[in-house]
């Protein structure tokens, strides 16, 4: 089992930048491909970014690319989601997941998923 726990959501206004982290329990952290999606309200869930196990593999959702940069730190098992230049659009609620199989932009591939950290961004 992997547990992940997401941080650094919040209130934002048009503009501005978050970083958010997500923390996972795990002995294997950089073997799996790590991912963050989004739910906005009302909603279906979304691609926003992946990451390979050592980093050298990302993809971006076209909504996410040039204004979002994923990361991840091994020696913490941590992974990172930077966020800049926030628009009204990107409110939604935020997850993290792990892959221990692939590398995708598909939700039904992921084994695993945090609870969620909430971003909204002020029109």
């Known amino acids: 089992q992997v547990q992940l726990v997401e941080s650094g959501g919040g209130l934002v206004q048009t503009g501005g930048s978050l970083r958010l982290s997500c923390a996972a329990s795990?002995?294997?952290?950089?073997?799996?491909?790590m991912g963050w999606f989004r739910q906005p309200p009302g909603k279906e869930r979304e691609f926003v970014s992946v990451i390979s196990g050592n980093g050298g593999t990302t993809f971006y959702s076209d909504s996410g690319k040039d204004r979002f940069t994923i990361s991840r730190d091994n020696a913490k098992n941590t992974v990172y989601l930077q966020m800049n230049r926030l628009k009204p659009e990107d409110t939604a609620v935020y997850y993290c997941?792990?892959?221990?199989?692939?590398?995708?932009?598909?939700?039904?591939?992921?084994?695993?998923w945090g609870q969620g950290t909430q971003v909204t961004v002020s029109s």
């Open positions: 997941a792990a892959s221990e199989r692939v590398l995708s932009r598909n939700a039904r591939v992921y084994d695993y």
């Open positions: 795990t002995r294997t952290f950089s073997t799996i491909a």
